[in-house]
């Protein structure tokens, strides 16, 4: 996803590959659109379009502090060719400028189910910046026979900041830590350039890793420049 599609600093473009995120300021049902394309679709510092554009679209509902959305993009492996995912959470304020969110998030890849799984998260945000941490509960890691995906904890520190002439810059670090000993845990991060012209949003972005290992070593999780435009309703 591109997005940090759940960031509490009220920009959740990953774009590529997030999520996005909707709640609301009074107790009434809201609605909210999103779609979007990128000229590669990372997540966690990884390709999900073997470096290829990607289409991607989320639908979100919001009800005071509940929330619920779903977002999908096409994808470049296994069996299937796309990415479907429901998210679920609560989000509110507390003392001045913090805010928290906790939420429930599965993926799905439709024609190829044993690459689905689900993680439950937790945020905590202040101003411009926000720390999130997934704890995947369902592992598709025996199914898909990848043993680095049975079991994984992922933390992200993400902050957005305003500059001249209406760009932003974002910038954020993550990561992976899989519950096999042994498995080729890594780190990833980020950073944008963002700009809203003509009703819609543009990014430009490089991602990259620290992934040295023989089994991850691959042009799919090597630096990555994305340009992303969206634009929500």
């Known amino acids: 996803m591109k997005l940090n599609k759940l960031a509490l600093i009220g920009s959740t473009l990953l774009l590529a590959g997030n999520l996005a995120s909707a709640t609301a300021s009074a107790d009434e049902l809201e609605f909210s659109a999103n779609v979007g394309m ?3 679709y990372v997540w966690r510092g990884n390709s999900q379009t073997n470096n290829d554009m990607a289409v991607q679209g989320g639908f979100d509902a919001s ?6 959305g779903t977002w999908g993009s096409n994808v470049s492996f296994g069996a299937s060719e796309m990415e479907w995912d429901l998210y679920a959470g609560v989000s509110d304020t507390f003392a001045e400028d913090f805010t928290w969110d ?10 190829d189910t044993q690459h689905d799984f689900t993680e439950l998260y937790a945020g905590v945000g202040y101003k411009w910046v926000s720390l999130y941490v997934y704890e995947q509960i369902s592992d598709p ?3 898909s026979g990848d043993a680095n995906r049975e079991g994984m904890t992922y933390w992200q520190l993400s902050g957005e900041v305003e500059l001249m002439e209406g ?3 974002n910038a954020s670090y993550g990561s992976t830590n899989y519950d096999l000993a042994g498995a080729d845990d890594y780190e990833d991060w980020k950073i944008g350039i963002t700009k809203t012209f003509g009703g819609f949003d543009f990014e430009l972005a490089y991602t990259d890793t620290d992934s040295l290992t023989a089994a991850n070593q691959s042009k799919l999780n090597e630096g990555h420049a994305m340009l992303m435009v969206s634009k929500s309703f």
């Open 63 to 68: 009800y005071g502090m509940f929330y619920a």
């Open 141 to 143: 890691g025996a199914a």
């Open 167 to 169: 760009f932003g810059l």
């Open 102 to 111: 906790v939420g429930i998030l599965g993926y799905k890849y439709p024609g």
């Open 38 to 40: 990128t000229t590669d």
